[in-house]
């Protein structure tokens, strides 16, 4: 108790420093503008570091580009293709490659195949540009390895062989890690297997082990789009179909109203002829 009592009475002794007071530094007003000035720009700097354009941005520019209005059988499927590249372009891991490339205008030459050359490209022009990408560029990679797909090139990544083989050798040296897989990519692959004239499945599989790629995935994403080519074949026949019954309507229609212009001529010549 003693000394509890002794310790409480040296601390109660202890004199109470004042804390010491930093003297003020003044700061002119240019230097605190400086400092939110700085302050600004730092937060701007991360903030624009990354900012992709948004989907809604792609969808207009894809309509500003290609202002007459698509068949609905063929707009719904654009603009999902639209969706999905628009994703997979503003990914930060996407990186062009002349195999997707060929899978893109693939795609296109079958899915708009009812549509006339003309306006099937300028679809395409519109669509590329919409991701700010260079249609011209996709034309001219998918036309190169498509002819050397043709001309028996192997189909081996080879960073030193020629521009196909050089395009996969860029996709096998990440071992499937960092390069950014796409459905366009998987048609590309099988559009690649299909000029080499191989009727052979294992010819694909062993090009996609080559690449260090998922074969489930690959198998999926080509089974996806082969569907979507059936289910357009036969939206294709209906609308034939349905396009034959609204011109026999329409031949029946004219038809008819040219035989009831008849008969009121016919009718009106007769009352002429009585009248007289």
């Known amino acids: 108790m003693q000394t509890a009592t002794m310790a409480h009475s040296a601390v109660a002794a202890r004199p109470v420093q004042a804390a010491a007071l930093r003297p003020r530094q003044f700061v002119s007003p240019a230097a605190v503008k400086q400092r939110r000035s700085s302050r600004h720009m730092a937060v701007s700097v991360r903030a624009e570091v990354?900012?992709?354009?948004?989907?809604?941005?792609?969808?207009?520019?894809?309509?500003?580009?290609?202002?007459?209005?698509?068949?609905?059988?063929?707009?719904?499927?654009?603009?999902?293709?639209?969706?999905?590249?628009?994703?997979?372009?503003?990914?930060?891991?996407?990186q062009y490659n002349e195999v997707t490339a060929l899978g893109m205008v693939s795609i296109f030459e079958q899915v708009l195949g009812g549509l006339p050359d003309s306006e099937r490209?300028?679809?395409?022009?519109?669509?590329?540009?919409?991701?700010?990408?260079?249609?011209?560029?996709?034309r001219k990679d998918a036309a190169a390895v498509e002819e050397l797909a043709r001309s028996g090139t192997p189909l081996t990544p080879d960073a030193s062989g020629n521009k196909l083989q050089a395009a996969l050798a860029a996709v096998a040296a990440t071992e499937g890690k960092t390069f950014l897989y796409t459905k366009f990519f998987a048609v590309g692959l099988?559009?690649?297997?299909?000029?080499?004239?191989?009727?052979?499945?294992?010819?694909?599989?062993a090009l996609v082990k080559a690449l260090g790629l998922a074969q489930e995935r690959v198998n999926a994403d080509l089974m996806t789009y082969k569907g979507v080519l059936s289910k357009l074949e036969g939206a294709k026949e209906i609308m034939k179909e349905f396009l034959i019954r609204e011109k026999k309507k329409r031949e029946e229609r004219e038809a008819e109203k040219a035989a009831k212009a008849k008969a009121v001529a016919e009718k009106a010549a007769t009352t002429a002829e009585t009248s007289a």
Request: overall charge positive; glycine content about 6%.
């Open 50 to 94: 990354w900012a992709p354009p948004t989907v809604a941005d792609a969808k207009m520019k894809f309509i500003g580009a290609f202002k007459k209005p698509l068949p609905g059988l063929y707009s719904t499927i654009v603009q999902e293709l639209l969706v999905q590249q628009h994703l997979f372009r503003w990914n930060k891991k996407y």
């Open 121 to 138: 490209e300028a679809v395409f022009d519109a669509f590329i540009e919409a991701l700010g990408e260079d249609p011209a560029q996709y």
């Open 190 to 205: 099988f559009r690649l297997v299909e000029l080499t004239g191989s009727k052979d499945p294992k010819t694909l599989v």
